[in-house]
């Protein structure tokens, strides 16, 4: 059996052909946003099994989810919108958890200084940011993820999160201001 490529096809040829029931054309799909959605959702709850259990759900929501796709916005936009509400979802549940159960303890004052050329330190510097990222608060994070991060426009990041641009853009610079006051915590 000759299998069919579907790289060549655009995002609309692959949904319909996924309706039809063609799973390489749904699996072309995950092949091509897979990236994307374990940046958004890494981004967001850091490198975990949480991060893989809910890449995952991003997927089988898309597929449940595909009959009522209209093609209105992109279908990366579409995807993104999903991995960002599971991925809030998350945190949502994680926050009621944790709150049970911890209490905030003193951090020490440290100073970091990004090498831009060491590989190792780069390693040092992304878990550090990482590290501040889990401390942000959800909606601040989103942002900063989806902008700084992943490079979307306001306007995109607008219309992914339903929010006005003005919103975008003022959670952006809250979330710059709450990033350095963590990273100085650190």
């Known amino acids: 059996m000759i299998r069919e490529s579907y790289r060549q096809y655009g995002d609309d040829e692959l949904v319909k ?11 072309e799909i995950i092949a091509r946003y897979k ?22 759900d991003v997927f089988i929501k ?3 989810s595909l009959p ?37 303890g003193n951090n020490e004052m440290y100073e970091y200084e990004i090498a831009a050329h060491d590989s190792e330190e780069r390693r040092d510097a992304a878990e550090i940011v990482g590290k501040a990222l889990k401390g942000m608060d ?8 989806m902008r700084m991060l992943q490079g979307y426009s306001t306007r995109e990041t607008a219309e992914i999160l339903d929010l006005p ?11 710059q201001e709450q990033l350095k006051g963590i990273l100085n915590k650190l």
């Open 17 to 27: 052909a996924s309706l039809e029931g063609n799973k390489q054309a749904f699996g």
């Open 35 to 56: 990236g994307m959605v374990a940046r958004t959702v890494k981004g967001m709850l850091g490198d975990s099994v949480y991060s893989e259990d809910i890449g995952q």
């Open 62 to 64: 898309l597929y449940k």
């Open 68 to 104: 009522d796709f209209r093609g209105e916005a992109k279908l990366s936009t579409y995807i993104q919108k999903i991995a960002v509400n599971l991925t809030l979802n998350e945190l949502k549940r994680r926050k009621r958890f944790f709150s049970m159960f911890t209490q905030a």
């Open 138 to 145: 959800p909606r601040f994070r989103i942002i900063l993820t």
């Open 165 to 175: 641009i003005g919103t975008v853009l003022s959670r952006l610079s809250r979330a």
